[in-house]
């Protein structure tokens, strides 16, 4: 794998995070889930832009590394944060008596 195709590969896997998540966000922007899922794809852009700066940038590797670990560190979280919440039931209106 040459480097040039690694950061295209990394740049599209960042793009297409903000994309997806900012759709799904933009969809219903006051249900939990979208707002849980955006938050989900934005650490994991950030984690793989992060993955880009480190190999094919002149900035600061200590800095790098703290951005991918701090970064990496929140998915677990955002994805925990996106189940619980897309796995509560929706509220349907019951007959009214």
């Not at 990394?10 to 979208?34: C, K």
């Not at 925990?80 to 796995?87: A, D, H, T």
């Amino acid at each position: 794998m040459s480097p040039s195709f690694n950061i295209i590969g990394l740049a599209s896997v960042t793009f297409l995070n903000i994309l997806i998540g900012g759709y799904v966000f933009r969809r219903n922007t006051s249900a939990e889930a979208n707002r849980a899922f955006g938050l989900m794809a934005l650490v994991a852009a950030v984690w793989t832009f992060a993955v880009a700066l480190s190999h094919h940038s002149t900035l600061d590797p200590g800095w790098c590394a703290a951005t991918m670990l701090a970064s990496g560190s929140l998915i677990p979280l955002a994805t925990l944060s996106f189940v619980e919440r897309s796995s509560r039931p929706a509220d349907v209106p019951g007959p009214s008596i």
